[in-house]
């Protein structure tokens, strides 16, 4: 019940005016599928993803265009499950750390301000709980207030961090991480990474470096790249999964602030048109507000 009080705002406006879009019509005319258009579009699915959903649903009830309102919303339903990225570890959601993987490095990476911090601080506390031992990185050293941010993540958590002054070498501090973590033998390695997004060939070249040094200490390592976005952010969103994927390989995401938008729509846009699956959605800005993405429970919820 948790994803659907932080999702209240989503599941009143986008998927709720679904639901009554579809509700009590027993033909899918022309009218209906420019309503669900309108909607979808509003609601930051994107237009690419709207039309193929549009185009899905006009091929599924064009043979009987008579449907009953339950058909319609299953069918809905079911394309919308259908878009969001399959991962080979469905069942298990969230990450899936391999048995003997260790350590397991997480690099982070987005924009400032979506809520990357907060979402490394979630996902330690999340891996404590679980038994985990994590460590922190803080290899965003371009601001004072990243390195001292995630620094009170670590407090809160009570768990190790490593950083160096502002100003330092992001690589040199992905690396003393993974060097700290090997140390001590820890489970998983979350590394902050600065993500100024001005130079297109900076960005490129420094997470490729960050990558390669971190690649010294432990074998195999990142295991995740895991992309930040801000869902409340709509086309800027969109816009930051095409810098990140094109500027390194980014292997899934995390979308903060769903609970202040209306527009969830945006989960399933960027998902289908990136084709990374979103592992986490943020719901809140406490420690518990973080969620393992499950698809079927997200698009079932707005539907109730
Ligand atoms: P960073 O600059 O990307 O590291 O962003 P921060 O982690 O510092 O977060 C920026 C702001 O967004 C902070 O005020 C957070 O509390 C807030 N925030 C982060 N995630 C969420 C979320 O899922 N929901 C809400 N409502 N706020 C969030």
Known sequence: ETLDKGLEKSKSSFFGKLSKAVAGKSKVDDDVLDELEEILVASDVGVTTTIKIIK??????????????????????????????????????????????????????????????????????????????????????????????LQVWAD???????????????ASVAFET??????????????????????????????????????KVADNVPDEVLLVLDGS????????????????EVTSLAITKLDGTAKGGVVIGISDQ????????GVGEGIEDLQAFDKFEFVDSFFK
């Open 178 to 215: 993974v060097q700290e973590a090997v140390k001590q033998n820890a489970d998983v390695v979350l590394v902050d990474t600065a993500g100024r997004l001005h130079n297109k060939v900076n960005l490129m070249n420094e997470l490729s470096k960050v990558k390669r040094v971190m690649q």
């Open 56 to 149: 899905r649903i006009e091929e599924r009830v064009a043979k009987d265009k008579y449907l009953g309102t339950d058909e319609l919303n299953l069918i809905l339903r079911e394309e919308i499950a259908g878009l969001l990225s399959e991962t080979e570890t469905d069942s298990k959601l969230g990450f899936h750390i391999p048995e003997g993987k260790k350590p397991y490095v997480i690099m982070v990476v987005g924009v400032n301000g979506v809520g990357k911090t907060t979402t490394i601080g979630k996902l330690a506390h999340q891996f404590k709980s679980q038994g985990k031992n994590v460590v922190l990185g803080a290899a965003d050293t371009f601001r004072a207030a990243a390195i001292d941010q």
């Open 233 to 248: 952010t709509g086309q800027n969103a969109f816009e930051q999964a095409k810098q990140f994927t094109a500027a390194t």
């Open 274 to 281: 990136f084709q990374i699956p979103v592992k986490y959605i």
């Open 156 to 170: 809160r958590t009570g768990v190790p961090i490593v950083k160096q002054q502002m100003g330092s070498d992001p």
